[in-house]
C-alpha cells in the first residue's frame, strides 16, 4: 500500500487495503480523502485527489484495480458495491474552444460526483464527471454514467440509460 500526504488521508475503523492500493490526496486547497468504517480496498485500487475531495461512505467495497480521481468533490455514499476495473472521474474535462493555444493549457471544467448509498456498480463501470447516482441504483457492467441516474434504478449501456425501476 501506498500512501501519498497522510496528514490529509482519514481512515474510519476496521478497514481493509490490499496490496498495490494507492491513497493519493495530493493538493493545495483540498480537505483530501475521508474513508468510513469496514471500508474494504481491492488490490492495485487508486484513490487519487487532485485538489478535490473523496469521501467514502460506511460498509463500501471497492473491487480491484479501480481508479477514483476526484479534481472537485467526489462522494460515496454507504453500502456501495463496486466490481472490478470501474473507473470514477471526478474532473478531467478540459476547455477546448481556443486553438491557438494546447488543449492543455486550457484550464479544465469540473464539477465532481456523487453515487449515494446503497448501489452496486458491475464490472468496468466509467462514472463521468458532473454525474450524479441515486440511492439504491443497479449500474449494469461496462456502463457509461454521464448525467442523472434516478434513484432505484436499474440502468446499463453506452450511454447508460434507465433499463427499469427496482420499485416494481
Known sequence: MTI???HKIHIGDHCVFDDYTVLDAKGTNNQGITIGHNVLIGRATVLSCKDGDLTIGDNTNIAMNCFIQSARTVTIGSHVLFGAFCYIIGGGDHQTKRTDIPIIRQGQVVHGITIE???W???GVLVQDGSAIGK???I???AVVRGTIPSF????GVPAVVKKSRLG
Do not use: T
Request: net charge negative.
Open 117 to 119: 448509498d446503497n448501489c
Open 121 to 123: 456498480l458491475g464490472g
Open 140 to 142: 449494469g457492467s461496462g
Open 4 to 6: 501519498r500526504h497522510p
Open 136 to 138: 439504491d441504483c443497479i
Open 153 to 156: 434504478s436499474v440502468a446499463a
